[in-house]
């Protein structure tokens, strides 16, 4: 079941299967670059305005699972209408800004946006554009993600299985209710 908080702006209940702190791992795959396993931790949060701001860091893992180095990060804002289109702002670490639109499928929460402007610092690699899928599935979030440059068309690069990173505080709060010795809980 999908939490919804009460300070949420009332336009953002269609993307609250979004909010909260989610980690896992994926594969990268570009040419022109070493194919890798990657870690990620994605960060959905609001202040009750109406857009849910977002973070992402990845970086690559090595054949034990373990942090090599970072892979990319990117910080941005997200907004639905009425409509159940979505819109994203986007900065990247590699110089990039990037705006997306898509929508949010009927009935499923689903999210599927593609790039409608890209900019780009002098610093920064190729690239022309890019396409993602977003999906809650079994109280998972997954998603893929597809990029462009000049030379390479618009392909898969990216993908991964997040899960939902519990707060202990959160379910302890429910503690509260036991009997004082806590046994008769478990009784």
């Given at each position: 079941?999908?939490e ?23 594969v ?16 959905f949060?609001?202040?009750?305005r ?28 997200w907004?639905?209408d ?23 499928a ?17 610093a ?25 440059t ?20 959160e ?17």
């Open positions: 079941m999908i919804i908080p009460s300070d949420l702006h009332p336009d953002l209940v269609p993307l609250a299967f979004l909010l909260g702190n989610w980690e896992g791992a994926g990268y795959d570009f040419p022109g670059t070493e194919k890798c396993n990657f870690g990620q931790e994605v960060t949060t609001h202040d009750g109406d857009f849910l701001e977002y973070i992402s860091h990845t970086w690559v893992l090595d054949g034990d699972g373990k942090k090599v180095r970072p892979l990319e990060s990117e910080y941005g804002f907004r639905i009425k409509d159940r289109k979505v819109e994203i702002v986007m900065i990247r670490d590699q110089g990039v800004v990037e705006v997306w639109y898509g929508e949010l009927e009935g499923k929460p689903q999210i599927d946006v593609v790039t409608d402007a890209v900019a780009r610092t002098a920064s690699g190729p690239y022309s554009g890019g396409k993602r899928l977003y999906g809650y599935v079994k109280s998972d979030l997954m998603w893929v993600g597809e990029k462009a000049p030379e390479v068309p618009l392909r898969p690069y990216m993908s991964a299985h997040l899960k939902k990173v519990v707060d202990p505080r379910w302890a709060k429910d503690l509260k209710d036991l009997p004082d010795d806590g046994i008769a809980f478990f009784r």
